[in-house]
């Protein structure tokens, strides 16, 4: 497995999506497959795993902290907060946006409890709290780093301006936004921003949600609760015009000598080298496919010719619904 730095971390060039096994795309797997998922990612090199107060309302993070917790020394754990779930006087848990510096530190400490360890190596904000200026939610991440709770930080679907503000307050390890093939908002700024201050930048979707796996056919079979419902690109009308572009996409995967979903990861490996992908799966011949993409090797004629057919350009659909835009960081540049 090849490696790349994040910080003061050598990780595995492609780490692992955690998300999935517990949130996000339909009814999840079991336990026991998640836990198959997770010990084939360990057995298969990969020392980078991404989690968050946020998935399944914190199953996930005990589903992780339960199966790697004897693997604590060989990983890099990284998690996130500032958006967890919160139950109502309802009894109903509803996801909250919430970067007060006092809900950070209390989702941190719940974080812990259900990783079982002591210190989180890379703690983000999941989303900038648009009521709260950043450098106060960073101020309560170099808190948590100066209490020896986690031992960098990062932020997650954040602009390179929102960055440049946090960074002043306390150095920023890694950027965590939306990044492959169909989705190029981080190449406006936030890429440069991260090579010039020396930030990793962890690539989220890279696979484009299993469009770019040739995957996902019929977007009126996902299941009611699978996000992608509710994201334009796989309205049906637009999701029949993107599928127009998988037979050249899948012709230049055969040219490449790989497979589709490998052919969206080697060509963020090809980005930069300090771009660390996350892809999110629930099956193990799926993980074994996507690590695999770390050995595939893009000739620059192909790249140009990729980059060329699937663009935000040539793709039908804005990735978030309006609703979810409003979430993030302005423009996520
Ligand atoms: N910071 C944030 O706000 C944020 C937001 C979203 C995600 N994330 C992180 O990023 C990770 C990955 O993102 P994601 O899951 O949204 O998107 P993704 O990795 O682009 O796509 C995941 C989808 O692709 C499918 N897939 C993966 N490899 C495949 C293969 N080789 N062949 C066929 N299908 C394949 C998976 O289905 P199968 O299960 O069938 O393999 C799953 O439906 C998450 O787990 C999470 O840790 C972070």
Redesign the pocket.
């Known amino acids: 497995m090849k490696t790349r730095t994040v910080g003061p971390f050598t990780v595995s060039a492609i780490g692992?999506?955690?998300?999935?096994?517990s949130?996000?795309?339909g009814v999840p797997?079991s336990a026991e497959q998640g836990e198959k998922v997770l010990r084939a990612a360990l057995d298969s090199g990969v020392t980078l795993f991404?989690?968050?107060a946020l998935?399944g309302f914190g199953a996930n993070e005990t589903l992780v902290g339960r199966v790697l917790k004897s693997h604590r020394q060989e990983i890099t754990l990284c998690s996130?907060g500032g958006?967890a779930g919160v139950t109502g006087d309802d009894g109903v848990t509803r996801r909250v946006i919430d970067g007060r510096p006092e809900s950070i530190i209390r989702n941190c400490e719940d974080s812990l409890r259900r990783l079982q360890t002591d210190v989180i190596d890379l703690y983000?904000l999941?989303?900038w709290d648009k009521k709260v200026p950043i450098e106060e939610s960073t101020g309560a991440l170099s808190r948590l780093v100066e209490q020896g709770k986690v031992r960098t930080i990062g932020l997650?679907?954040v602009s390179a301006g929102t960055l440049r503000k946090a960074h002043a307050v306390h150095p920023i390890t890694a950027v965590?936004?939306?990044y492959?093939l169909w989705t190029r908002n981080p190449e406006i700024a936030a890429l440069d921003a991260c090579q010039e201050l020396g930030i990793a930048f962890?690539?989220?979707?890279?696979?484009?949600?299993?469009?770019?796996?040739?995957?996902?056919h019929d977007v009126t079979t996902l299941e009611a609760k699978d996000?992608?419902r509710t994201m334009p690109r796989f309205e049906p009308a637009n999701h029949e015009r993107n599928l127009k572009l998988l037979p050249a996409y899948k012709a230049l995967a055969r040219e490449a000598g790989c497979?589709?979903?490998?052919l969206?990861l080697a060509w963020l490996l090809h980005k930069r080298d300090f771009i660390v992908?996350?892809?999110?799966?629930?099956?193990v011949?799926?993980?074994q496919?996507?690590l695999a993409a770390g050995d595939v090797k893009l000739e620059p004629g192909l790249l140009q010719r990729l980059e060329a057919l699937v663009n935000e350009k040539t793709v039908a659909g804005n990735r978030y619904s309006e609703q979810s835009n409003r979430e993030v960081d302005a423009e996520t540049f």
């Open positions: 692992l999506g955690c998300m999935n096994l949130h996000a795309y797997p991404d989690t968050a998935y996130k958006m983000y999941h989303r997650s679907e965590q936004n939306e492959s962890v690539a989220f979707s890279p696979v484009a949600r299993g469009f770019l796996c040739d995957a996902v996000i992608r497979t589709p979903a490998q969206a992908p996350i892809p999110g799966t629930t099956r011949d799926h993980l496919e996507d």
